[in-house]
Nanobody
Framework: QVQLVESGGGLVQAGGSLRLSCAASGRTFSTYAMGWFRQAPGKERELGAT???????NYANSVKGRFTIYRDYAKNMVYLQMNSLKPEDTAVYYC?????????????WGQGTQVTVSS
């Protein structure tokens, strides 16, 4: 069982930065793949970034070059550093954990944190 708690969302102006944090419980955190998803009002949930158990990362084209996902194995934390934010980044951001990248969406989820980017 894995429990995830996100934090770090808020209101920021376009061009600004935010860092989201995801605190994970469970002794097997290091073996899980992790990801950040987001869902904007009226839109489907979309994948933002993933990081595998070995630290390999992958990004959606919409965030590539602006967002960085990384994890701290000692602290059971996953982060999403978001730079050069745009109004279209406004969404609820969710942290997810799964046995591997392919099973992220059927794994564990946090409650979400709101990110609002003003123009």
């Amino acid at each position: 069982q894995v429990q995830l708690v996100e934090s770090g969302g808020g209101l920021v102006q376009a061009g600004g930065s935010l860092r989201l944090s995801c605190a994970a419980s469970g002794r097997t955190f290091s073996t899980y793949a992790m990801g950040w998803f987001r869902q904007a009002p009226g839109k489907e949930r979309e994948l933002g970034a993933t990081i595998s158990s070995d630290g390999s990362t992958n990004y959606a084209n919409s965030v590539k070059g602006r967002f960085t996902i990384y994890r701290d194995y000692a602290k059971n934390m996953v982060y999403l550093q978001m730079n050069s934010l745009k109004p279209e980044d406004t969404a609820v951001y969710y942290c997810a954990a799964g046995v591997n990248i392919a099973t992220l969406q059927s794994g564990y989820w946090g409650q979400g944190t709101q990110v609002t980017v003003s123009s």
